[in-house]
């Protein structure tokens, strides 16, 4: 199983202020098809979690654009450019590269 | 949009049996991919199982494989996950989720199952 780690575990940050979550895997996650699927996903408190960016850096439908993912092969980050009270919640990535699915821990997101 | 349903999660006893439903609203959900992922406080976000569109090519975690059954029936719009000899460590909240291009792009509120005497 492809085992993603995601650093920090929890992040306080300022509203108005960037954020960033790394997510490493212990295996390359580019597929045979070329792509890369990877995933990162919100989940706010009592709520399910919900797709945020897909396949590194593609924005879902109605995902703000202050969410933007970045990286390759084995290192990826999700950045927040400015974090909103909306924003609080568990953060995860997520492959898809393989069977089994496999998430993150989780970043907990919250305002100082 | 799709949106996803779960319902038939309880209070079950170790070795006991559940089913599980997830009913999906318009005419995407014959065409998607489906899974089951569980969540625990412990070990967080945990895949289950995957089935494809026209219910073949069935996939399971490790952990349940023998134990549970994904299936579906799209006549009726519906996703199932049959568990059977569940044990403590199946408790969990459940969500349905659609396939899309290998993300999960929609998932359900949850159905908690609880395995305890």
């Known amino acids: 199983d492809i085992v993603m780690t995601q650093t920090p575990l929890s992040s306080p940050v300022t509203l108005g202020q960037p954020a960033s979550i790394s997510c490493k895997s212990d295996?390359?996650?580019?597929?045979?098809?070329?792509?890369?699927?990877l995933s990162w996903l919100q989940q706010r408190p009592g709520q399910p979690p919900r797709l945020l960016l897909y396949?590194?850096?593609s924005r879902f439908s109605g995902v703000p654009d202050r969410f933007s993912g970045s990286g390759a092969g084995t290192d990826f980050t999700l950045k927040i450019s400015r974090v909103e009270a909306e924003d609080v919640g568990v953060y995860y990535c997520?492959?898809?590269?393989?069977?089994?699915?496999?998430f993150g821990q989780g970043t907990r997101l919250e305002i100082k | 949009e799709v949106q996803l349903v779960e319902s038939g999660g309880g209070l079950v006893q170790p070795g006991g049996s559940l089913t599980l439903s997830c009913a999906g609203s318009?005419?995407?959900?014959?065409?998607?991919?489906m899974h089951w992922v569980r969540q625990t406080p412990g070990e967080g976000l945990v895949w289950v199982s995957r089935?494809?569109?026209?219910?073949?090519?069935?996939k399971y975690a490790d952990s349940v494989k023998g134990r549970f059954t994904i299936s579906r029936d799209n006549a009726k719009n519906t996703l199932y996950l049959h568990m059977n000899s569940l044990r403590a460590e199946d408790t969990a909240v459940y969500y349905c989720?659609?396939?899309?291009?290998?993300?999960?792009?929609?998932w359900g509120q949850g159905t908690l199952v609880t395995v305890s005497s």
């Open positions: 989720a659609t396939d899309w291009y290998y993300t999960l792009n929609y």
């Open positions: 318009g005419s995407a959900f014959s065409l998607s991919w």
């Open positions: 089935i494809h569109a026209d219910g073949s090519n069935a």
């Open positions: 295996q390359s996650l580019v597929h045979s098809d070329g792509f890369t699927y």
């Open positions: 396949k590194i850096s």
């Open positions: 997520m492959q898809a590269t393989q069977l089994p699915i496999t």
